[in-house]
């Protein structure tokens, strides 16, 4: 049961997630309106998305392992 209620985790809107504005500005410029859309990227690709920074991808890194997701953010 926990697994289903952490998963809600990427299916909720990213303005509804405890990240940083800069975060969401890239996800708006982007068209992500959830962490579930984003971690269909390869880190590879989302590095060439407008806004997607190393700062960012960081951001991303912690919230996931935080959260208990880090294995579904795709390296390659």
Same mark, same amino acid.
């Given at each position: 049961?926990?697994?289903?209620? &952490? +998963?809600? !985790?990427?299916?909720?809107? @990213?303005?509804?997630?405890?990240? /940083?504005?800069? *975060?969401?500005?890239? +996800? ?9 859309? !984003?971690?269909? *990227? $390869?880190?590879? /690709?989302?590095?060439? &998305? ?5 700062? @960012? %991808?960081?951001?991303? %890194? @912690?919230?996931?392992? &935080?959260?208990? %997701? @880090?294995?579904?953010?795709? $390296?390659?």
């Amino acid at each position: 049961m926990e697994n289903n209620l &952490k +998963a809600h !985790v990427l299916m909720e809107q @990213i303005n509804n997630l405890s990240l /940083s504005s800069s *975060f969401k500005e890239m +996800a708006e410029v982007n068209g992500f309106e959830s962490l579930e859309e !984003v971690l269909s *990227f $390869t880190l590879s /690709s989302l590095l060439n &998305k407008p806004r997607f920074t190393v700062h @960012i %991808y960081h951001e991303l %890194y @912690i919230f996931l392992e &935080k959260e208990g %997701y @880090i294995r579904m953010l795709k $390296t390659e």
